[in-house]
């Protein structure tokens, strides 16, 4: 049975995001927001019947350009010319999940009738999304301000039976396709063009796929590196709820309450310890995941915020009979938020690396590099070498975007976000962070056998026996890369079965 998401002026959650995608819902329009798309549209053309005074984008020109009025035959012409025009992207083509997150919120910024926009025009992105018929778009080129001009342009272009889409794992011309489906090009009418490439969904569908990840890895960096500290016989203490309440950070808090849930019921933890402390990558976890928990959440509030909100200009308001030119396509907020993403996946991966390392020394017990004979075999020497220069990588991403502008459209344009920029290489950030979480498990969990027969909890336990499911302890030498893939593979396919008691989200 197919199931259907109704896009409403009801809030928008990450977990409906999510649903959406996982189970191939199809979208439609609820009443109201027929209603709202309608009334804007029909002001409008009330509005351009009697209006003598220009309005940027509707009667005049764009950018710079913005104190060239245009006749009334021509402006239909002119919003096509704008999306024709500016289709100028490069490099890379957005993965396809992305694409579809991208019509998604440009629907749902578009359904709250300040935009102007035909209902034609929204029910055909509609259709773009229920039929899988998927823009071609690049990942370069937009500035975010004056929102994601090119990214959504490419994204428009369909619509009017140009450009490329992706359709049932082929590119097709958007004009042989549209014979095969039997549509016809819409033909844009006054503001629409300018509605359809001002928004910042290029940036907002980056930034929601990777908080969707990132709120898988956050639990897991939590699960792996409770696993490593089983291997490396850490202790309890560091993990005390008293410690924490002091600190106050809700994320610290929180990240401590996990790993000792985690540990419920581990025979290694509660054995007596020679140590007196473990290293900082051990001793540290609570303070160092959560401060990125603590930033991520912050993220999210951002993000949660820009996905139900309405991000074009001029922006309609019917009821107080405004047509206002301001600047909500401007991408500030966003760029931010994703540096600041991208710093925390940084050091969640930061920090498995150093755990990584740390089992490889021979000590508490544990052979060097986890193979009984080490110099015939070199064992996990070279993953942390993966790691760490994944760890380095993520280092040089995260040198932020968002403090950078360059002028654009002859200064009218004197100050953007380059919220795009920030938003791509976030997520390269955090598909990084899910390789380096992948090489700790491979690690810890070869470690974590020279503990037998002493048994870690039995939630470690059930996780690492699905994980040998997939991967194999080393007894000698192998080919690692491999195994590595499977480990990144495990992650992502894994079952997160946590128990109740523990915190939620992530």
Partial sequence: ???????????????????????????????????????????????????????????TGFGSLCDTVISADQLGALQRNLVMSHACGTGER????????MLLLKIQSLSY??????????????????????????QMGSLGASGDLAP???????LLGLGEVVYQGRVYPM???????????????????????????????????????VFRLSMLADIIGTISLEAFDGRIEPF????????HHKGQIATALRIRKLLEGSEIIAQAKKHVQDPYSFRCIPQVHGASKDSVNYVAYVFSNEINAVTDNPTIFPDEDLII???????QPLALALDNLSIAAAEWGSISERRTYQLLHGKRGLPPFLVAEPGLNSGFMIPQYTSASLVSQNKQLCSPASVDTIESSQG???????????????????????????????????????????????FIEEFVAAYRQKVAFVKEDVVMYPEIAKSVAFLQSVPLHIPDALIEGI
Wanted: proline share 3%; charged share 20%.
């Fill in 1 to 59: 049975m197919t199931k259907i998401h109704y896009i409403s002026s009801a809030k928008l959650t990450f977990k409906r995001i999510f649903d959406i995608l996982r189970e191939d819902y199809q979208l439609a329009l609820d009443a109201d927001a027929v209603q709202r798309i309608e009334k804007c549209r029909n002001y409008l053309d009330a509005k351009m019947a009697t209006q003598k005074e220009p309005i940027y984008g509707i009667t």
């Fill in 94 to 101: 957005v993965p396809d999940e992305i694409v579809k997150l």
């Fill in 113 to 138: 009738g300040h935009s102007g926009v035909q209902l034609a025009t929204v029910n055909r992105l509609i259709d773009f999304f229920n039929h899988g018929v998927l823009p071609v778009i690049y």
């Fill in 152 to 158: 959504l342009a490419h994204m428009s272009l369909p």
């Fill in 175 to 213: 004009e042989q396709l549209q014979h095969q489906l039997g549509w016809e090009p819409i033909e844009l009418k006054s503001k629409e063009g300018l509605a359809l490439l001002n928004g910042t969904q290029f940036m907002s569908a980056y930034g929601v796929f990777s908080l969707l990840k």
């Fill in 240 to 247: 005390f709820d008293q410690v924490h309440q002091i600190r």
């Fill in 325 to 331: 030119s301001a600047g909500n396509f401007h991408g």
């Fill in 412 to 458: 009218q344009e004197d100050h953007v976000s380059m919220g795009a920029n920030a938003a791509t290489k976030a997520l390269r950030v955090v598909y990084n962070l899910e390789r380096i979480l992948a090489i700790e498990l491979y690690n810890a969990a070869q470690a974590l056998e020279f503990r037998k027969p002493l048994k870690s909890s039995p």
